[in-house]
Structures are given as C-alpha cells and as structure tokens.
C-alpha cells in the first residue's frame, strides 16, 4: 500500500501519485489519519462494473427466492435491513 501525506501533494503537485497509481492505490493521509484514496480511472471502473454486478446478483438471487416461496411478508425498511445486516 502506497501512501502519502495531503501536504506533500500540495507541495509537490499530484504528479507525485502518478508513477504509484498505475499499480496499486495511493492512501492520502491528511492530519496523521488515512482520508483518501486516488485509483486510476481503469481501476474505479473496474470496481464499479464489480459491484454492479454483485448487486445484479443479489437481487436475481431474492427474486429466486421470492418466485420459491421463501421469501416472508413485511414492509420495505424490514427488507432493507435484512439486506445490509447479511454483510
């Protein structure tokens, strides 16, 4: 994991991250705590197309289990709620 403080790309431009970002993230850390990380545009669209389908997956998953019968009546912030706590 690459890091850097903000201070030291305010002093030196963001060109400094560019050499790092090509192969990994770069962790900015602005007053002595992690704050930022800068991907390259490939790499934030390869996560977003990641967790795009991790979503499709999910739902065709509970429309199965709705067409299966095993899905329980309740309201929408029920729903809701189950779905998050399973991470």
């Given at each position: 994991?690459?890091?850097?403080?903000?201070?030291?790309?305010k002093?030196?431009?963001?060109?400094?991250?560019?050499?790092?970002?090509?192969?990994e993230?770069?962790?900015?850390?602005?007053?002595?705590?992690?704050?930022?990380?800068?991907?390259?545009?490939?790499?934030?669209?390869?996560?977003?197309?990641?967790?795009n389908?991790?979503?499709?997956?999910?739902?065709?998953?509970?429309?199965?289990?709705?067409?299966?019968?095993?899905?329980?009546?309740?309201?929408?912030?029920?729903?809701?709620?189950?779905?998050?706590?399973?991470?």
């Amino acid at each position: 994991m690459q890091t850097i403080s903000a201070l030291e790309i305010k002093k030196r431009g963001i060109s400094v991250v560019d050499e790092w970002i090509s192969s990994e993230p770069v962790h900015v850390i602005k007053n002595n705590r992690p704050q930022y990380v800068v991907l390259s545009e490939d790499r934030y669209r390869e996560m977003m197309m990641e967790m795009n389908e991790a979503w499709e997956l999910r739902i065709k998953a509970s429309l199965e289990e709705a067409k299966s019968g095993q899905i329980k009546r309740g309201d929408a912030d029920q729903l809701m709620r189950e779905i998050f706590s399973e991470d």
